[in-house]
């Protein structure tokens, strides 16, 4: 076909400007990522912190409640409590530091296992004043709160830059019968 003009052809790809252009966009984009992922992860430190101390406090205070159970019992046999008893030998409104019976350690990891030498979390606890006296089978059975305070620290970034170590601490309590 002679004398037909043919359209003129475009090129096919990107240019230079196009690439830097998509290069910059998404450097971007990237650079955001990143600072999530570093306050994600900055985040995720803290709240795994407190989950461990949340699940340190529930085992203290089944502990107690258990230590609290067998107290009333003795003292529903009409026997001895024994001076180990935690619960039932506490001196009202008192601080008793806390130690895992099975190795006498008061200090733990981030697990919130009994540790020495990695220690994250100090766990405390305080019996309140008796609630109520109820007679069970000719004894009395007594009733009060107990409080289980759990520390430790976790870095706080301030606004120069740079972290300090703060203390947190949680507190959980519950009814137990001694």
Do not use: C, H
Request: charged share 15%; aromatic share 6%; glycine share 8%.
């Amino acid at each position: 076909m002679k004398g037909r003009l043919r359209p003129r052809e475009t090129s096919k790809g990107f240019s230079l400007i196009e690439f830097l252009m998509v290069a910059v966009i998404l450097g971007i984009g990237l650079l955001g990522l990143a600072a999530l992922t570093t306050t994600a992860m900055r985040s995720y430190g803290g709240s795994r912190s407190r989950d461990a101390a949340v699940a340190l406090s529930g085992s203290v205070l089944d502990r107690l409640s258990l230590d609290g159970r067998l107290s009333a019992q003795l003292r529903g046999i009409g026997s001895a409590i024994p001076a180990t008893a935690l619960v039932a030998n506490a001196v009202e409104g008192a601080v008793n530091p806390y130690a895992d019976p099975a190795t006498a350690l008061g200090t733990f990891d981030l697990e919130g296992l009994p540790s020495a030498t990695n220690q994250v979390f100090t766990v405390n606890w305080v019996r309140r004043a008796t609630k109520s006296i109820t007679p069970v089978a000719s004894s009395q059975s007594a009733v009060s709160e107990v409080v289980v305070n759990v520390q430790w620290n976790e870095a706080v970034r301030k606004a120069d830059g740079t972290s300090i170590a703060q203390p947190r601490y949680i507190s959980v309590s519950r009814f137990i019968r001694y």
